[in-house]
């Protein structure tokens, strides 16, 4: 039997959307009806105008790097044989940034993703209910 | 009449109070704040039935608390076990001193994390909204992950080093030598700290604070009290807090713009200026906490605060000797309260080994969330 051991998202009523469309191989976020803001947090409110009110609207899965690290100590069991694994934080074009992991790279070290760095959504379905977005480097223009 | 006196005064510390530190198994979190509390009235020569007001942060058995100790004060509250929390639960105290509302406060710290077996990191540590789904599944978790990657934005954006990083590790262990009660005192040079493994790379170990079991306890009063109590008391000269809990865990600024408006209303409260401050205590969870917070309370330019904490600045003899008691990193992480308790024993005067000269103003400085700064000096405003 081959059962997935990483931690898998509590997924909720407001947050459904989100995994619904990155199952479909598609990146959204809710975005508030008023201001436009896009959230990456499931909540009804907007944190950038105070309003009530969000919609689900895609993104383009652009982005660049905003902050990395790498992780030599697992603190879930299900890492352990990952270890050291990268997790960064990529800023998408349209401005929210998403915690992640950048796949693709040779060795994985910090210095194979750079602060700044192009990187390009991909969609890891690592069950059949649960496909996180991942960020690979960008093809070079 | 008003509802509260508007009291014209100053407060004061009084007492205060610590335990050994290190792995207590037989006292638990109750235990070791009662422990500490003690220890605090007898340095103030008081009774705990003087106390009027009880403030506990952390240890959440408050009943328990007041049933052993037979206490009978007309406030008590506890604050959540979180460090951001140190700053503002000492706020309650002495606003409660100054409205005249009471007369005698305790704000006692408890801590058993090393024998509870408390972990910053995994599924149970989940601050505000999302982790659980936006996080954990990709692995992110731990406030040092937090601030390993605030680290790698300040060394992308003002270039700076892991060796800025170790030595504020080493100035803090070389002032941990000359404490007694310190929980690390074996000496570490640069190459050591180097030489330490990843926990969450670009961070090592010895940039990371030291769990342990402690307590402490701090009493304060009226000024107009203080002055004839046990020990010379030290005033609370200024407090100023402001959050910064709405722009998240790693606000793109490193928590700067929060910081300066904490620093500016402090200084004010206090009337004194930066050049006066003869030592600072930084809330040092991190080793990049630190150059934060020095750039944030305007010790420093903004993204100077790594060139600023090289050749010594920070060790005892240096420009603002920091942390003389070894701080969170090799003192011991009692979450800003051994912080505190060190301002005003330096102020007291007279430690051994470790005295800064002729001091007169200590600072404490808490960057993170609940950015909090507290100028105490030896004499009322």
Not at chain 1, 43 to 51: D, I, L, S, V, Y
Not at chain 2, 153 to 159: L, N, W
Not at chain 2, 199 to 209: A, H, V
Request: charged residues 20%.
């Amino acid at each position: 039997m081959n059962t997935y051991a990483k931690p898998l998202p509590a997924i909720t009523e407001q947050s459904r959307p989100f995994w619904d469309a990155a199952r479909q191989g598609r990146l959204e976020l809710p975005r508030c009806d008023h201001c436009s803001a896009f959230h990456t947090y499931f909540e009804p409110w907007c944190n950038a105008c105070g309003r009530e009110g969000v919609h689900w609207d895609g993104l383009s899965g652009r982005g660049r790097i905003w902050a990395n690290c790498r992780f030599h100590k697992a603190y879930f069991a299900g890492f352990q044989d990952d270890m050291p694994y990268n997790v960064a934080i990529v800023e998408l074009d349209e401005g929210p940034r998403l915690v992640t992991n950048i796949v693709g790279l040779a060795h994985g070290t910090l210095d194979e993703m750079p602060i700044g760095m192009p990187v390009q959504a991909v969609f890891d379905a690592v069950t059949d209910a649960v496909t996180l977005v991942k960020f690979r480097p960008a093809e070079a223009a | 009449m008003a509802l509260i006196s508007n009291r014209k005064d100053s407060v004061a510390v009084v007492g205060v109070g610590t335990t050994d530190y290190g792995n207590l198994p037989e006292h638990d979190a109750t235990s070791l704040g009662i422990w500490a509390l003690r220890n605090a009235a007898e340095d103030a020569g008081i009774a705990l039935d003087q106390i009027d007001g009880l403030v506990v942060q952390r240890l959440s058995d408050y009943q328990k608390f007041i049933q052993i100790t037979a206490m009978s004060p007309r406030l008590v509250t506890a604050t959540p076990g979180a460090g951001r929390m140190t700053g503002g639960t000492i706020q309650i105290a002495v606003q409660a001193i100054l409205s005249g509302l009471l007369d005698t406060v305790a704000v006692v710290y408890g801590n058993d994390g090393r024998s509870a077996g408390a972990r910053y990191g995994g599924k149970d540590d989940n601050y505000g909204t999302g982790a659980d789904q936006m996080w954990f599944p990709y692995g992110m978790t731990s406030p040092g992950a937090i601030h390993a990657m605030a680290f790698q934005r300040h060394a992308a954006m003002y270039g700076t080093t892991s060796e800025q990083l170790g030595a504020i590790s080493v100035a803090f262990r070389r002032h941990a030598l000359l404490n007694p009660t310190a929980v690390m005192r074996k000496p570490i040079t640069l190459d050591d700290y180097l030489a330490a493994r990843y926990i969450c790379e670009p961070l090592r170990l010895l940039d990371y604070c030291l769990i342990n079991d402690g307590g402490v306890a701090m009493i304060l009063t009226s000024g107009e009290r203080a002055r004839d109590m046990k020990q010379k008391p030290v005033y609370v000269r200024g407090l100023a807090q402001v959050s910064r809990l709405a722009q998240g865990e790693l606000p793109e600024d490193f928590g700067y713009a929060a910081m300066q408006r904490a620093s500016q209303r402090v200084h004010e409260l206090a009337g004194v200026g930066r050049e006066d401050i003869d030592a600072l205590m930084i809330y040092d969870n991190f080793t990049p906490t630190v150059i934060f917070t020095l750039e944030g309370f305007g010790y420093c330019p903004r993204g100077e605060g790594g060139r600023f904490v090289e050749g010594g600045r920070l060790e005892l003899g240096g420009q603002y000797p920091t942390n003389t008691n070894g701080g969170h990193l090799s003192d011991s992480y009692m979450q800003g309260w051994n912080l505190n308790a060190e301002a005003v024993r330096q102020l007291r005067g007279g430690l051994p080994d470790r005295q800064v000269p002729g001091a007169q103003f200590v600072q404490y400085l808490q960057g993170g969330p609940l950015s909090t700064s507290i100028i105490y000096g030896t004499e009322p405003n």
